[in-house]
C-alpha cells in the first residue's frame, strides 16, 4: 500500500515563498503520475500542479510562473516550490498519487492515494 505524506507547510507573508515537499513509500515513485491539490476555507478542492512519470508537468492557471513542481525519483519525493504568494494560495496543500501506471491529470477522481495535507496560511 503506498503511503504519502507532505511537510513544509506553515504560515508566510504575501510576496514570500515556501517548498513543499510530498514523500512516497511502500512502493517506487517512478511508477506513478502525482498531483498537488489545495482546498481553501469554504472552497472546493483544486488542482495545483501535476507531474507525469517522465517530467511532463503542468500547473492550474492561478500559479503559473509562481510554483514550480519538481520530482527524484531517486528519493522517491515530489516538491513544490512555491513563490510571490498570495493570500488566496492560503489553504490545506494535499498530494496524490495515481494508479500504477496512470497519468498524472487535473481530476482529483484520477488518483488513489492521497496524503493527509499541510496547512498553507499567506497572511501579513
Known amino acids: 500500500q503506498l503511503q504519502v505524506v507532505e511537510s513544509g507547510g506553515g504560515l508566510v507573508q504575501p510576496g514570500g515563498s515556501l517548498t513543499l515537499d510530498c514523500a512516497i513509500s511502500?512502493?517506487?515513485?517512478?511508477?506513478?503520475?502525482i498531483g498537488w491539490f489545495r482546498q481553501a476555507p469554504g472552497k472546493a478542492r483544486e488542482a495545483v500542479s501535476w507531474?507525469?512519470?517522465?517530467?511532463?508537468?503542468e500547473y492550474a492557471d492561478s500559479v503559473k510562473g509562481r510554483f514550480t513542481i519538481s520530482r527524484n525519483d531517486g528519493k522517491n519525493t515530489v516538491s513544490l516550490q512555491m513563490n510571490s504568494l498570495k493570500p488566496e494560495d492560503t489553504g490545506v496543500y494535499s498530494c496524490?498519487?495515481?494508479?500504477?501506471?496512470?497519468?498524472?491529470?487535473?481530476?482529483?477522481?484520477?488518483?488513489?492515494?492521497w496524503g493527509q495535507g499541510t496547512h498553507v496560511t499567506v497572511s501579513s
Open positions: 496524490a498519487a495515481t494508479m500504477v501506471g496512470r497519468v498524472a491529470t487535473p481530476w482529483d477522481n484520477q488518483y488513489k492515494y
Open positions: 511502500g512502493g517506487s515513485i517512478s511508477y506513478y503520475g
Open positions: 507531474i507525469d512519470r517522465d517530467g511532463y508537468a
